[in-house]
C-alpha cells in the first residue's frame, strides 16, 4: 500500500533552517509528482510546495518562495523540503502528498516550530 512518512521536524529560531524529508513506498515514485503541505493550528491545510514527477518543474506559495527548495531523488523514493529564513508564521504541521490512481495520499505529518 502507499506510505508517506515525513521527518526533519523540529524547534527552530527565526531566521533558522530545517530540512525535512518524505520518504515514499508501495507505488512508483518516480511517476508522480508529489507536493508538501501545512497546516497550522485553527487553519486550513495549505500547499506549500510542489515538485513535477522528474523534478523538473517547481511551484511555490508566495509565502515561501525564495526561502523554501523542494527536491526529489528518485533513485531514493524520497522528496525533500529545505526551509531557510525559517519565520514564526511557518509553525505548522507540514505533510507531503501524492495522488496516486486518483487518491490522495497522506503522510502523518512532521510538527515545524519558529520561535525564540
Known amino acids: 500500500q502507499v506510505q508517506l512518512v515525513e521527518s526533519g521536524g523540529g524547534l527552530v529560531q527565526p531566521g533558522g533552517s530545517l530540512r525535512l524529508s518524505c520518504s515514499a513506498s508501495?507505488?512508483?515514485?518516480?511517476?508522480?509528482?508529489v507536493a508538501w503541505y501545512r497546516q497550522a493550528p485553527r487553519e486550513e491545510r495549505e500547499v506549500v510546495a510542489s515538485?513535477?514527477?522528474?523534478?523538473?518543474?517547481?511551484s511555490y506559495t508566495d509565502a515561501v518562495a525564495g526561502r523554501f527548495t523542494i527536491s526529489r531523488d528518485n533513485a531514493k523514493s524520497t522528496v525533500y523540503l529545505q526551509m531557510n529564513n525559517l519565520k514564526p508564521e511557518d509553525t505548522a504541521t507540514y505533510y507531503c502528498n501524492a495522488i496516486v490512481g486518483r487518491t490522495h495520499y497522506w503522510g502523518q505529518g512532521t510538527q515545524v516550530s519558529v520561535s525564540s
Open positions: 508501495g507505488f512508483t515514485f518516480s511517476l508522480y509528482g
Open positions: 515538485i513535477l514527477s522528474d523534478g523538473g518543474i517547481t
